[in-house]
Nanobody, 124 residues
Framework: VQLQASGGGLVQAGGSLRLSCAASGRTFSDVVMAWFRQAPGKEREFVGAINRNLSPYYAESVKGRFTISRDNAKKMVYLQMNSLKPEDTAVYYC???????????????????WGQGTLVTVSS
């Protein structure tokens, strides 16, 4: 799977953005798709994931504000981000791979395919 993320930008606190991740490859529907982010000076952190059964998983910090979805026919994954906060500022990456345990979805080491990242800046 090859991935390309887009949709980042500058938004005021409380605003919304939708990130998109376009995938290529025949195995898209079989893989877990995830979003990670990395803020300046911080380690990459898990944001959310969605498996082949369309079950979403979220980091506690984004629950209730972010929604992950996928369209297997279009080979797209989306991250709808609402009620954005300055601490959401980061480069956001989409990732994909066959991850067989839900407890591993948040582990970046489990993903072999990564998009190039898209910058989200939330101003206060």
């Amino acid at each position: 799977v090859q991935l390309q993320a887009s949709g980042g930008g500058l938004v005021q606190a409380g605003g919304s953005l939708r990130l998109s991740c376009a995938a290529s490859g025949r195995t898209f529907s079989d893989v877990v798709m995830a979003w990670f982010r990395q803020a300046p000076g911080k380690e990459r952190e898990f944001v959310g994931a969605i498996n082949r059964n369309l079950s979403p998983y979220y980091a506690e910090s984004v629950k209730g504000r972010f929604t992950i979805s996928r369209d297997n026919a279009k080979k797209m994954v989306y991250l709808q981000m609402n009620s954005l906060k300055p601490e959401d500022t980061a480069v956001y990456y989409c990732a994909g791979d066959r991850v067989y345990s839900g407890s591993r979805y948040s582990d970046a080491e489990r993903y072999g395919a990564w998009g190039q990242g898209t910058l989200v800046t939330v101003s206060s």
